[in-house]
């Protein structure tokens, strides 16, 4: 009953008791004061893949940063698997409190519309997270062993057409990931046909292209800039709208007549949808600040990525447009 418009305490504990004994209990949302003293506590940063690869490198240069601004720790929890989808179903599923965020790339949108149309996924990309934001762009490149003979992706497809005897593969960091949708792109469109190897992140995949087990590969530039350099790799072209300076010999898929294939890398910043406003900001600033530290501009720099530090609502928006993009040809190619 209500008294003096506050609610009995007697009706109170009477109204909990009949919510748990209904298993109605919810859990309730943060509170505007936990918003104004956010953060107590340790952050958690998930990357859906193993530890090694560009993603993972870029959440601990972040969470460094972060944990000293903030005065919290902040760690990088690697849950791999299901090509991204184990870590991000985590998060989804993670209290919408901003002590659990999502580092994630291209793959993202990718995978998530393959699962979905597949009716395997276990979230729902556009419904089950927000936007914290963009934290680098990163170009995509696309690799190949050295012993191919093919100096670049034109080549390569001609390569593969001329000679049916030849039985490469390619690999990716698992299906309806980034590297799957551009394999299955190329052959489609080079006309052409490769086998698919499944890897459960980028780090594994570049050591199978190194030893030569598969032939064809590619993922965010920084995971092989080293290698191309020193020529253990050979990169046959990028997936940007335009060349990029540290590769500037290196054509774009569009200049060889893959326009298909072509999209703009990043790594960013997610959390459960629900998460308070006020704490998505917090976070963003938090971010943004991190990401543009000269040292970080720096390191990022050093990797072939540029820092960026965007708001929630530019990462949640490129998240869409990604998905809206990558829809028709996954479908009908049937990924999953």
Do not use: W
Not at 83 to 89: C, V, Y
Not at 139 to 155: G, I, M, Q, S, Y
Not at 165 to 187: C, D, F, W
């Amino acid at each position: 009953m209500r008294i003096g418009g506050t609610v009995n305490s007697t009706a109170r504990l009477a109204c909990v008791g009949v919510t748990v004994a209904l298993g109605l209990c919810v859990a309730a949302p943060p509170s505007p004061l936990h918003a104004q003293t956010f953060p107590t506590k340790p952050i958690r940063i998930v990357v859906p893949f193993p530890a090694g690869g560009t993603t993972d490198v870029v959440a601990r240069l972040v969470a460094q940063r972060m944990s000293e601004s903030t005065g919290q720790p902040v760690v990088v929890d690697n849950r791999g698997g299901a090509g991204g989808a184990l870590g991000a179903d985590i998060v989804a599923k993670s209290n919408p409190d901003g002590y659990t965020m999502l580092m994630h790339n291209i793959t993202f949108p990718l995978s998530s519309v393959a699962q979905s149309l597949a009716k395997r996924s276990p979230f729902d990309a556009e419904r089950d997270f927000a936007g914290v934001s963009i934290v680098v762009n990163v170009p995509f490149v696309l690799t190949a062993n050295p012993a191919v003979a093919a100096k670049d992706l034109r080549e390569f497809a001609a390569l593969m057409r001329g000679n049916a005897n030849l039985k490469y593969n390619y690999g990716s960091t698992g299906p309806g990931s980034a590297m799957h949708v551009l394999g299955e792109t190329l052959k489609r469109d080079g006309k052409f046909d490769m086998a698919h190897v499944a890897y459960k992140g980028a780090a594994p995949m570049k050591l199978e292209l190194l030893s030569g087990r598969i032939q064809f590969g590619g993922d965010q530039l920084s995971t092989s800039l080293q290698e191309i350099r020193n020529g253990q790799l050979k990169a046959l072209a990028t997936n940007g709208a335009k060349r990029i300076a540290i590769l500037p010999d290196v054509p774009t898929v569009r200049e060889q007549g893959f326009p298909a294939l072509e999209f703009e890398g990043f790594n960013g910043l997610f959390a459960p949808a629900k998460t308070p406003k006020a704490v998505l900001d917090r976070l963003q600033r938090e971010v943004a600040q991190a990401v543009r530290h000269p040292d970080l501009v720096k390191r990022f720099a050093d990797l072939g990525a540029e820092s960026v530090g965007s708001s929630g609502e530019a990462q949640k928006a490129m998240l869409v447009r990604l998905m809206q993009q990558f829809t028709p040809v996954i479908r009908e190619m049937k990924l999953d």
